[in-house]
Each structure stands twice: as C-alpha cells, then as structure tokens.
C-alpha cells in the first residue's frame, strides 16, 4: 500500500512538470516520462503513451521499484526500469525527468560512441547539486540506443555507481535521463543541460 495523499501531491507535481516541459519544446507530444518518489517502495510515473503537455490525474499511475503496476490496470512507460534503478541506487532521488529535446538529441548523435560528453568551464554547472566552481568537470555519459530496457537499465546503474556525483545523461539519438532530491531540483538540472548543450552545439559550429 501507498499513501494516497502523497501519491495526489506527486501527481500534481508531475502534471505542472509535464506542462512547463512541453511549452518549452522539450517534451513533444507523447515523448519523454516523468516520475516522482512517493515513500521507499513507490514511485508515481506518467502512464505509457499520454500527451506531456495535457497530462490529468489519470494518466499518472504507481509502480514499485521493480518496475509492477500498483492498484492499476494502466501501463507505465516501457523505460519505467530507467526510473526505478534511479531510485534503488539513489535513496536521495525524489524526482527523474527524461525529456527529448532536438539539442539534446542531436548532441547525442554527435559523440562518438565509447566516450562521454564532458562539460567544462561554464558557470551554470553550478546549478547542479555539489558543483561549487566552474573549474569543475560534469561528464554526461551517452549510451547506445536499444529496445532492450533491462540491459540498458542494468549498464546506467553499474556507471552510476561508480560516478554517483553526475547528474545525468544521455540515450544517443534519443534523449536526457536528469534527477534530483525534488522535482524542482529536477527542473533546475533540465534546465540547466538545455543551456549547456546550446552552447556545446554553438561552439561547435562556430569553432573553425
């Protein structure tokens, strides 16, 4: 059992989420997933296949951590197992947004494979939580895109737990996987990555 009252609050928290999302692009109709923490057992996720940007109570559904629909008949997003290692690894984690933003996505496809997407000397890496100085390096992982959400469930928690201090990363070709201790938290490291990979995708168009 979860508690009902928590679930409505992330819920609501979800929903106005899904909204800012969509109008800022970053979530095109039925892309992206978004989930809140409700107590150590339980997560409220949005339900597979809903429009971000018009999302209602109903298209917001509980799972455990393994990744089981509770009390519903609904289904969650095939990438729920994305979440729920979050959550395992993470007891801090509140929130985990995944959106799919074109510079995100393109900016994706222009790593080479194997390698990492490293953020260096800009400002606003201080947005994340326990980066104090712009001297500091933020490495994005960028893993291959698959339809086996298991095994690409099981390879992001075996490099987060050797890199807890990262706060997030990329699916090539696909989109950003971001959380935080809130929802807020959460928006704020969205945000923040859409600035970055602007500006990555400036430089490299202007760099001779």
Not at 31 to 48: F, G
Not at 192 to 201: K, T
């Amino acid at each position: 059992m979860f508690d009902v009252i928590r679930y409505a609050v992330a819920a609501d928290s979800i929903i106005e989420a899904g909204r800012f999302l969509y109008q800022r692009g970053w979530s095109p109709a039925t892309s992206s997933n978004y989930s809140e923490r409700i107590d150590d057992q339980h997560i409220a996720i949005t339900v597979s296949g809903r429009h971000k940007g018009q999302l209602s109570a109903g298209d917001i559904m509980v799972v455990d951590l393994d990744g089981g629909a509770v009390q519903s008949n609904s289904r969650s997003s095939a990438e729920t197992r994305l979440h729920t290692v979050l959550y395992q690894l993470f007891p801090e984690v509140g929130a985990v947004l995944h959106t799919h933003s074109v510079k995100a996505t393109v900016l994706s496809r222009l790593i080479a494979p194997g390698h990492s997407l490293e953020l260096e000397g800009y400002e606003l890496q201080k947005a994340f939580a326990g980066v104090e100085t712009h001297e500091s390096v933020l490495t994005v992982p960028v893993f291959a895109n698959t339809q086996d959400i298991d095994a690409l469930a099981e390879e992001t928690k075996s490099w987060f737990r050797e890199h807890p201090g990262q706060p997030g990363y990329l699916i090539r070709g696909h989109g950003l996987y971001t959380w935080g201790k809130t929802m807020e938290d959460c928006l704020r490291h969205v945000e923040a990555f859409e600035f970055l990979f602007d500006c990555e995708l400036e430089t490299m168009r202007v760099r001779p």
